[in-house]
T-cell receptor
Framework: DQQVKQNSPSLSVQEGRISILNCDYTNSMFDYFLWYKKYPAEGPTFLISISSIKDKNEDGRFTVFLNKSAKHLSLHIVPSQPGDSAVYFC????????????FGKGTRLSVIA | GAVVSQHPSRVICKSGTSVKIECRSL??????MFWYRQFPKQSLMLMATSNEGSKATYEQGVEKDKFLINHASLTLSTLTVTSAHPEDSSFYIC????????????FGPGTRLLVL
């Protein structure tokens, strides 16, 4: 049973527009959420995180929104740039010890110039 | 930000040999490190959780005798693929979580293993 779901395997956006990547989770014990970006043949790079006590966290062009009642989070990238083209992974954690993050399957974002 | 290195970045070996991959946290201590495997066009698959000074915890379906993990210090974990076979060819990625820090995991750049 997948606890973290990214239902869109791919997304195409024009340069300059907003990219919205979505993620749903099922485990109500999750209280910390992260987004990672991954290029081919490289390790994932940490982008931004949010604690369950917040509903929004912003860092430059990246904003993560958390809707706990809907068990849904999203990553907004604005304005999108061609260099943002990569696979984005959503991850979640229940901060109860040294348990690994639970990852979604990823969404491939293509930003078209 | 926190830096995690992996060595080697790529390795080609003959079937039946063993390969050791190192994962180091360069500017922080990591009581816990994680080893992942990624198949082409697939998401990350957690193989095991490596705990400093104790035995690793393996995910279901991962052979502990095949994939030996040693976490001898707070900055180094090693994954040894023993008696490698072509089906072990993959992209192996480690991550580390800072001791006492937030839940953020920082990933290494990955190691491409090709077994001939």
């Amino acid at each position: 049973d997948q606890q973290v779901k990214q239902n869109s395997p791919s997304l195409s956006v024009q340069e300059g527009r907003i990219s919205i990547l979505n993620c749903d989770y099922t485990n109500s014990m999750f209280d910390y959420f992260l987004w990672y970006k991954k290029y081919p043949a490289e390790g994932p790079t940490f982008l931004i995180s949010i604690s369950s006590i917040k509903d929004k966290n912003e860092d430059g062009r990246f904003t993560v929104f958390l809707n706990k009642s809907a068990k849904h989070l999203s990553l907004h990238i604005v304005p999108s740039q061609p260099g943002d083209s990569a696979v984005y992974f959503c991850a979640a954690s229940a901060r109860s010890g040294n348990t690994p993050l639970v990852f979604g399957k990823g969404t491939r974002l293509s930003v078209i110039a | 930000g926190a830096v995690v290195s992996q060595h080697p970045s790529r390795v080609i070996c003959k079937s039946g040999t063993s390969v050791k991959i190192e994962c180091r946290s360069l500017d922080f201590q990591a009581t816990t490190m994680f080893w992942y495997r990624q198949f082409p066009k697939q998401s990350l698959m957690l193989m095991a959780t490596s705990n400093e000074g104790s035995k690793a915890t393996y995910e279901q379906g991962v052979e502990k005798d095949k994939f030996l993990i040693n976490h001898a210090s707070l900055t180094l974990s090693t994954l040894t693929v023993t008696s490698a076979h072509p089906e072990d060819s993959s992209f192996y990625i480690c991550s580390a979580r800072e001791t006492g820090g937030p839940e953020t995991q920082y990933f290494g750049p990955g190691t491409r293993l090709l077994v001939l």
